[in-house]
């Protein structure tokens, strides 16, 4: 039933290691993103997808890597784990522009120690 | 550079006052201007949008009023309840394809019973 699911909801790693998030949307939205939360609840844009192509990449440590397998998923894969990645991670999507409005998952809380 | 900037970064109302969040932007290009909401361990969620063509839009008790010579806009929680303690969001876009949205840094309200 969920619009936006995000798995897994905790990921506790230590450093160095490499780890995946995966994000599902059953709205058939053609539009998925990746933001960061930080500590002090700044969201920042990561990537957007549109039908699978990516159309925004921000300056991000190329150790992200996302990953869209078809429209309805988007996954973010995060190589060599550095304490400073420790953050929130939400999934979004919407139609074709921003301007319908995003849908967020309910976030994945990476801790790295 | 912050292209959204939001005040105050916090915010304590009794119950039944006035909640008000302001944010000024910079690019003249947006044309979309959310407010999201955020409850604790869960993702925002769009509250009420307005585009530049009108200067004020109300949905129950909340209203965004707009000012596009100032590039301002403020969120106006009427009769503040205990459930609107959350973290708000405002946020701009473009309205073309593939486009983002940018947040402000997010102001956390508390509604005092």
């Known amino acids: 039933d969920t619009a936006v699911s995000q798995t897994p909801k905790y990921l506790v790693t230590q450093m160095g290691n490499d780890k995946s998030i995966k994000c599902e949307q059953n709205l058939g939205h053609d539009t998925m993103y990746w933001y960061k939360q930080d500590s002090k609840k700044f969201l920042k844009i990561m990537f957007s997808y549109n039908n699978k192509e990516l159309i925004i990449n921000e300056t991000v440590p190329n150790r992200f890597s996302p990953k869209s397998p078809d429209k309805a998923h988007l996954n973010l894969h995060i190589n060599s784990l550095e304490l400073g990645d420790s953050a929130v991670y939400f999934c979004a999507s919407s139609l074709w522009t921003a301007t319908y409005g995003y849908t967020f998952g309910s976030g994945t809380r990476l801790t790295v120690v | 550079q912050q292209q959204v900037k939001q005040s105050p970064q916090s915010l304590i109302v009794q119950k039944g006052g006035i909640s008000i969040i302001n944010c000024a932007y910079e690019n003249t290009a947006f044309d979309y201007f959310p407010w999201y909401q955020q409850f604790p361990g869960k993702g925002p969620a769009l509250l009420i949008a307005?585009?530049?063509?009108?200067s004020e839009k109300k949905e129950g008790r909340f209203t965004i009023s707009f000012n596009k010579s100032a590039k301002q806009f403020s969120l106006h929680i009427m009769d503040s309840q205990p459930g609107d303690s959350a973290t708000y969001f405002c946020?701009?876009?473009?309205?073309?394809?593939?486009?983002?949205?940018?947040f402000g840094e997010g102001t956390q309200l508390t509604v005092n019973p």
């Open positions: 946020a701009a876009s473009k309205e073309t394809s593939g486009s983002r949205l940018t």
């Open positions: 307005i585009r530049p063509d009108v």
